[in-house]
């Protein structure tokens, strides 16, 4: 894989490595289909760990943020999130990840959003 350089001394992944052409390597998660899982930007904030979503199948829902991204990221309005639409009501879904600044620049650069 080009751009990906391991650590001579503990096996893991170089944060440090760069890309032929000088950019930082980003590594970045993609929805699941199989999963149901789609994009959405973060639109409104609505208090109680709620927040409005605009989905990419054009729909605009009212996101949940689950627990385990509660305690360690916070979610801010114009972020780009993963999202499970719920299954009884398509007006809801759950928030399951969130995009950085960098990950976001990518999935634009390669047409994924």
Not at 14 to 27: F, S
Not at 40 to 56: D, P, S
Not at 63 to 74: A, L, P, V
Request: glycine fraction near 8%.
């Amino acid at each position: 894989m080009a751009g990906y350089h391991k650590r001579v001394d503990t096996g893991e992944a170089d944060p440090n490595a760069l890309n032929p052409d000088g950019t930082p390597v980003c590594r970045v998660r993609l929805p699941k289909k199989w999963n149901n899982e789609q994009f959405a930007r973060a639109e409104t904030m609505m208090g109680a760990n709620h927040i409005r979503v605009q989905c990419i199948d054009g729909v605009s829902r009212m996101g949940r943020i689950k627990g385990k991204i509660k305690k360690r990221q916070w979610i801010r309005e114009g972020d780009t999130v993963i999202i499970v639409p719920w299954s009884i009501q398509d007006d809801k879904c759950d928030i399951i990840y969130r995009y950085l600044k960098p990950q976001t620049d990518w999935l634009r650069k390669n047409r994924y959003i």
